[in-house]
Nanobody, 119 residues
Framework: QVQLVENGGGSVQAGGSLRLSCVAS????????MGWFRQVLGKEREGVAA????????YYADSVKGRFTISQDNVKNTVYLQMNSLKPEDTAIYYC????????????WGQGTQVTVSS
């Protein structure tokens, strides 16, 4: 019954910005952990950002710290990932995921959205 749907991916030039969104059905973000991950061919999935503690706490991978911002709207039950100063290395499929616990075991996943950054 839990469904996560990502939107907002696309193609941009280096230095540009994109905003990803993840809408949840059958799940409440405010009382759980939500995360953004990305994956490229031939590499392991990488954790990008997470928001938890009712939205009071956040985590960012070193590779995106200072450029990406995760946020959530509890009324709309939507999580966002604002991506600024994009680099070609950010090119990947981005997934949102939900953990009913504390960001340790993500059990629900979206279908992914493609982000392509050209130089």
């Amino acid at each position: 019954q839990v469904q996560l749907v990502e939107n907002g991916g696309g193609s941009v030039q280096a230095g540009g910005s994109l905003r990803l969104s993840c809408v949840a059905s059958g799940y409440k973000y405010s009382s759980n952990c939500m995360g953004w991950f990305r994956q490229v061919l031939g590499k392991e999935r990488e954790g990008v950002a997470a928001i938890y503690g009712g939205g009071s706490s956040t985590y960012y991978a070193d590779s995106v710290k200072g450029r990406f911002t995760i946020s959530q709207d509890n009324v709309k039950n939507t999580v966002y990932l604002q991506m600024n100063s994009l680099k070609p290395e950010d090119t990947a499929i981005y997934y949102c995921a939900a953990d009913p616990g504390s960001c340790e075991e993500f059990r629900y996943w979206g279908q992914g959205t493609q982000v392509t950054v050209s130089s």
